[in-house]
C-alpha cells in the first residue's frame, strides 16, 4: 500500500474487491499488465482481502477431486496421444530439424550395441520469451540444453528439472551460464521409462535451496515413448 | 501476507509454495498434496459465495485447474501461497455467480497474476498490515463494511449496491469510498 491514500491506490481497492463497472475492470487489468506499481498495489489489496476470506474448512465431496484429476490427466491412451502430439506440433522447426538429423546419424546400424534413441524437445514459456532446444541422448544418459531465446535474470541462473510419470521432480542440475551445457541425467531420471518431463526455472546462484524450483519456472515439456532401446 | 505468519504458518506456507512451484513442472505428486492440503478451505470459499450446490463444486474444480496451469506464474505475483489460492477460489466463484445471474455488466477477473512481483521492501511493508483487516472493517459504519463485504463475496459493483439500496449510483460510491479510505486509514495507522 501507498505511502498516501491517492486515486491510484483507490482504483487498486475498487479493482481487488470488483467495484467497478466491466469496461474500467477491464482498463484496470491491461493497465496491470504493463505498471508494476500499480499491480504491486493490486496485489496488496488481494492480500489483505484473503483474510476476510478465512472461513471455518468445508470438506469437498468427494468425487470433485476425482473429477479435477479426470479432467487434467485424462488416463485414455488416445487423449495422451492427442495431446502429446499437439506439443511436438508446438516443436520449433529447428528442433524437429534436429530430430531428424541427429536420429538418422545414431540409428544407422552400427558395430556396437551401445545405440540408444535421442528425443529432442522444446521448453518454452508460455509468453515466448524463453526457449530452449533439449536433446535427451539415452546412448549417454546425458541431455544437452540450448539457449535459443531468453536468459535467467541478472544475478540468477538456470536449472533443469526432470520427472518419469507420477515421480516427484528433482533437480538435473544447474546451467550457470552460456548458450549450451551438457547434462548427466541423475540415475531415477535415466530409469524413466515412458513420458519424461522436463521443465527449466530461475534460481539464485548455486541453484534452488529447497530441492524444488523457488523461482519462476519458464516451462514443461513432456518427451513421450522415452525408452533405453530403439 | 508474506512473512506475516508466526513459524508454524511460515512453514505450512513454505511447503504450500514447494508444492505449487513442483505443480509448476508437471508434478502430479504435489499437485494431490496441494489439493489435500487446502480443498477444504478454497470450497468453503467457493460455498460461502455460490451456496452448498453444484455451482459450488464446479468453481472449486476450476480453481484446482486454473492453478494446475498457471502454477508457473504464482512465483511473479509477489503472494503468499494462501493468499494467491484464496484469490483465485474468490475471483473463479464470483465469475461465475455473475454469469449465473447471467450480468450483462460481466467482467471476468482473469488470472490473480496480472503482474510482476512485489519488491522486498513492499513485502515488508506490507507485514503490518497482516490481521488488520477485520479489525478495521468492523470499525467502519455497517453499511460501508456491508457494502465491501457484499462487493467482495457476492460480487455487486457499486451500480448493483446502489440499485438494491435504492439510492444513487453516486451516492453508493461517495460512501463506499469514504469507507475504503477509512479502512485504509486504519490499516496504515
Redesign the interface.
Known amino acids: 500500500?501507498s505511502e498516501e491514500?491517492d486515486d491510484d491506490?483507490?482504483l487498486a481497492?475498487?479493482y481487488a474487491?470488483?467495484?467497478?463497472?466491466?469496461?474500467e475492470?477491464?482498463a484496470a487489468?491491461r493497465r496491470?499488465?504493463s505498471?508494476?506499481v500499480?499491480?504491486?498495489r493490486?496485489?496488496?489489496w488481494?492480500?489483505?482481502?484473503?483474510?476476510?476470506?478465512?472461513?471455518?474448512?468445508?470438506?469437498?465431496?468427494v468425487?470433485?477431486?476425482t473429477?479435477?484429476?479426470h479432467?487434467?490427466?485424462p488416463e485414455t491412451a488416445r487423449v495422451s496421444v492427442w495431446r502429446r502430439l499437439g506439443l511436438w506440433q508446438a516443436l520449433a522447426g529447428g528442433a524437429v530439424a534436429a530430430t531428424f538429423v541427429l536420429g538418422f546419424i545414431l540409428w544407422q546400424p552400427g558395430p556396437t550395441d551401445q545405440a540408444g534413441p535421442l528425443y529432442t524437445a522444446e521448453i518454452m514459456s508460455?509468453a515466448g520469451d524463453f526457449r530452449v532446444v533439449a536433446v535427451v541422448d539415452k546412448i549417454r544418459n546425458e541431455v544437452i540444453l540450448t539457449r535459443t531465446a531468453g536468459a535467467a535474470p541478472e544475478g540468477r541462473i538456470l536449472q533443469l528439472?526432470a520427472?518419469g510419470p507420477?515421480?516427484?521432480?528433482q533437480s538435473v542440475g544447474l546451467w550457470p551460464d552460456g548458450e549450451s551445457i551438457r547434462l548427466r541425467l541423475p540415475p531415477e531420471i535415466a530409469m524413466v521409462q515412458g513420458t519424461l518431463?522436463l521443465?527449466v526455472?530461475e534460481e539464485p546462484i548455486g541453484g534452488s535451496v529447497?530441492?524444488?524450483?523457488?523461482?519462476?519456472?519458464?516451462?514443461?515439456v513432456?518427451i513421450p515413448n522415452v525408452s533405453d532401446s530403439i | 501476507?508474506r512473512g506475516s505468519e508466526d513459524d508454524t504458518h511460515k512453514s505450512a506456507g513454505?511447503e504450500l509454495?514447494?508444492l505449487i512451484?513442483?505443480c509448476?513442472?508437471?508434478?502430479?505428486?504435489?499437485?494431490?498434496a496441494l489439493?489435500d492440503a487446502t480443498?477444504?478451505?478454497l470450497?468453503?470459499?467457493c460455498?460461502?459465495i455460490l451456496g452448498t450446490n453444484a455451482a459450488a463444486?464446479d468453481a472449486?474444480?476450476d480453481t484446482?485447474?486454473k492453478i494446475?496451469n498457471n502454477?508457473?506464474?504464482y512465483?511473479?505475483?509477489?503472494?503468499?501461497p494462501?493468499?494467491w489460492l484464496?484469490?483465485n477460489?474468490?475471483n473463479t466463484s464470483?465469475d461465475r455467480l455473475r454469469a449465473l445471474r447471467e450480468d450483462s455488466?460481466?467482467?471476468d477477473?482473469?488470472d490473480?497474476s496480472?503482474?510482476?512481483r512485489?519488491?522486498a521492501e513492499?513485502s515488508e511493508?506490507?507485514v503490518s498490515?497482516?490481521?488488520r483487516?477485520?479489525d478495521c472493517?468492523s470499525s467502519l459504519p455497517d453499511d460501508r463494511s456491508d457494502g465491501?463485504?457484499a462487493?467482495?463475496?457476492d460480487?455487486y459493483?457499486?451500480?448493483d449496491?446502489a440499485e438494491r439500496a435504492n439510492v444513487p449510483l453516486n451516492t453508493m460510491r461517495t460512501s463506499?469510498?469514504r469507507g475504503?479510505?477509512a479502512?485504509?486509514?486504519c490499516?496504515?495507522q
Do not use: C, N
Open positions: 500500500m491514500f491506490e483507490m481497492a475498487e474487491i470488483g467495484l467497478l463497472p466491466a469496461d475492470m477491464e487489468r496491470a499488465l505498471d508494476p500499480f499491480s504491486a493490486i496485489a496488496e488481494q492480500a489483505v482481502l484473503s483474510e476476510i476470506a478465512d472461513f471455518e474448512s468445508v470438506t469437498p465431496p468425487r470433485a477431486k473429477a479435477i484429476m479432467q487434467l490427466f508460455q528439472w520427472h507420477d515421480e516427484p521432480a518431463t521443465g526455472s529447497t530441492g524444488s524450483p523457488s523461482g519462476r519456472v519458464f516451462g514443461t513432456d | 501476507m513454505a509454495e514447494e512451484s513442483r509448476a513442472l508437471g508434478d502430479r505428486k504435489a499437485f494431490d489439493y480443498s477444504a478451505k470450497y468453503a470459499i460455498v460461502r463444486e472449486m474444480q484446482y485447474i494446475w502454477a508457473a506464474q512465483s511473479v505475483t509477489g503472494h503468499s494462501m493468499t484464496i484469490t477460489a474468490r464470483i455488466d460481466l467482467a477477473h482473469g490473480v496480472t503482474g510482476p512485489m519488491t513492499q511493508f506490507s498490515r497482516a490481521g483487516i477485520k472493517l465491501i463485504k462487493a467482495y463475496f460480487g459493483s457499486y451500480a449496491l463506499l469510498r475504503l479510505t479502512l485504509w486509514e490499516m496504515t
